[in-house]
């Protein structure tokens, strides 16, 4: 397929990756393994064991939406072509998923030094080891990228959903986890998928191109966890451009600069280029001269005052007093005569 798929011009993704590629990036998927020779991606993913062997092809797909180069003949690229992938197990040979194969995933991840790991699982139920796992990729400043629903509803023997769905599934559901739904080419949910109780972000999961474990063909894929790839290359991208800003401040970046819907739409190119405002500044310490306050008032000081003028005035009577004897004792003298 010649032409660029509709997802990626609808991201605009050949905008973002004029401000940076994701190089130096290392992105791990925690999905079915990823083949390492595959189109877009040979030469730039590390993978051991049973990760390196991609039987059910979708951990492959979802490499490709993050980090594949153009390939000769095709329109299809990932979001951030210049990062390296770093392939680990979260399911069985069968694609099968449980909380412990995708905490070691996880753990796997953070020890290989990723700056962001993307899980292809929704899990109904937590475990221990993935709430431990998750605190280790926060303590490590990793980013954890995953969808919040699965990509198909559990289905019984009979073909009927076996139970309600859960309103939360993991690890999206943990804090410090980026969240993600999925969005057809009209930006609506699309029909008959999972709707979880709560999302951080919505991307392109309906009817997306992407490679598969073998050849230079194009394969098709639907679903929240192909909305959560998209989500990854676009942390990849802001990591590498913004590498000062940690885990927890990449995922806020890319929640601030979306558009705006239902759930807030990635935007990569927004994520990349706008100036968001600072966070207010602490309150300046306050410089000015305060005088102390006046002490509180005596009843000492007017008594003092009231004794003070009571002697004056005792003062002058007896001043008087000594001043009309002297007068009547020179008329004595006298006889009466002026003196």
């Known amino acids: 397929m010649s032409a660029t798929p509709w997802a990626q011009l609808s991201?605009?993704?050949?905008?973002?990756?004029?401000?940076?590629?994701?190089?130096?990036?290392?992105?791990?998927?925690?999905?079915?393994?990823?083949?390492?020779?595959?189109?877009?991606?040979?030469?730039?993913?590390?993978?051991?064991?049973?990760?390196?062997?991609?039987?059910?092809?979708?951990?492959?797909?979802?490499?490709?939406?993050?980090?594949?180069?153009?390939?000769?003949?095709?329109?299809?690229?990932?979001?951030?072509?210049?990062?390296?992938?770093?392939?680990e197990r979260g399911t069985d040979q069968f694609g099968r998923a449980s909380a412990d194969l995708v905490a070691q995933g996880i753990e796997s991840a953070v020890a290989a030094g990723t700056k962001v790991v993307d899980v292809s699982a929704a899990l109904s139920a937590n475990s221990s080891a993935l709430r431990t796992a998750l605190k280790h990729a926060a303590v490590k400043d990793v980013l954890v990228v995953a969808p919040a629903a699965p990509d198909a509803a559990p289905e019984s023997a009979s073909g009927q959903s076996s139970e309600p769905p859960p309103a939360s599934y993991w690890p999206a559901a943990a804090d410090g986890v980026l969240s993600v739904v999925d969005v057809d080419i009209n930006g609506?949910?699309?029909?008959?998928?999972?709707?979880?109780?709560?999302?951080?972000?919505?991307?392109?999961?309906?009817?997306?191109?992407?490679?598969?474990?073998?050849?230079?063909?194009?394969?098709?894929?639907?679903?929240?966890?192909?909305?959560?790839?998209?989500?990854?290359?676009?942390?990849?991208?802001?990591?590498?451009?913004?590498?000062?800003?940690?885990?927890?401040?990449?995922?806020?970046r890319l929640r601030a600069t979306s558009s705006h819907a239902s759930v807030p739409l990635l935007d990569p190119s927004a994520a990349l280029s706008t100036v968001l405002p600072a966070a207010a500044p602490p309150a300046a310490p306050d410089t000015a001269l305060h005088?102390?306050?006046?002490?509180?008032?005596?009843?000492?000081?007017?008594?003092?005052?009231?004794?003070?003028?009571?002697?004056?005035?005792?003062?002058?009577?007896?001043?008087?007093?000594?001043?009309?004897?002297?007068?009547r004792a020179t008329r004595h003298r006298t006889g009466g005569r002026p003196a």
């Open 11 to 87: 991201l605009d993704v050949a905008q973002a990756n004029k401000y940076t590629q994701g190089d130096g990036v290392l992105v791990a998927v925690v999905d079915t393994g990823v083949a390492p020779q595959a189109a877009g991606l040979a030469g730039r993913v590390r993978a051991d064991g049973a990760a390196a062997q991609d039987c059910v092809g979708h951990g492959t797909f979802l490499a490709g939406v993050i980090a594949a180069s153009p390939v000769p003949g095709s329109g299809f690229a990932g979001v951030a072509p210049k990062a390296r992938i770093v392939a």
């Open 188 to 252: 609506a949910h699309p029909d008959g998928t999972p709707q979880p109780e709560h999302a951080d972000l919505a991307a392109p999961g309906d009817g997306i191109t992407g490679i598969g474990p073998q050849g230079k063909g194009n394969h098709v894929a639907n679903g929240p966890s192909v909305a959560a790839a998209f989500v990854a290359g676009a942390a990849a991208l802001v990591r590498a451009r913004l590498p000062h800003l940690t885990a927890a401040q990449t995922a806020a």
């Open 291 to 327: 005088l102390p306050e006046a002490a509180p008032t005596s009843r000492v000081v007017p008594r003092a005052w009231t004794l003070a003028g009571a002697c004056l005035l005792l003062g002058m009577l007896a001043a008087g007093a000594m001043a009309v004897v002297r007068v």
